[in-house]
Nanobody
């Protein structure tokens, strides 16, 4: 089992920045990928970004490419999401998740952190 806790959400004006953090605990040796997802009111959850835990390679949704940066600190078992040039449409609950080795999908999720971008 792996436990995840997100932090760093809040209220920011359009054009501003926030940095989200997600700390993992438990069987962290099983981490294969860590990712960020978000869900806006009335919408389905969508993929934001992910990072390969060992290789550090990253991938982004087109909607955030060039504005968001995902990174990880293996020593702290923590993944970050630096969000710049925020837009009102970035308003959502942001979730971090883990895809375990041998898993077919993201199988551990944090409780989420609210990000609100005012216009």
């Amino acid at each position: 089992q792996v436990q995840l806790v997100e932090s760093g959400g809040g209220l920011v004006q359009a054009g501003g920045s926030l940095r989200l953090s997600c700390a993992a605990s438990g069987r962290t040796e099983s981490i294969y990928f860590m990712g960020w997802f978000r869900q806006a009111p009335g919408k389905e959850r969508e993929y934001v970004a992910s990072v390969s835990w060992n290789l550090g390679s990253t991938r982004y949704a087109d909607s955030v490419k060039g504005r968001f940066t995902i990174s990880r600190d293996k020593a702290k078992n923590t993944v970050y999401l630096q969000m710049n040039s925020l837009k009102p449409e970035d308003t959502a609950i942001y979730y971090c998740a883990i895809r375990s080795r041998g898993g077919l999908d993201y199988d551990y999720w944090g409780p989420g952190t609210q990000v609100t971008v005012s216009s």
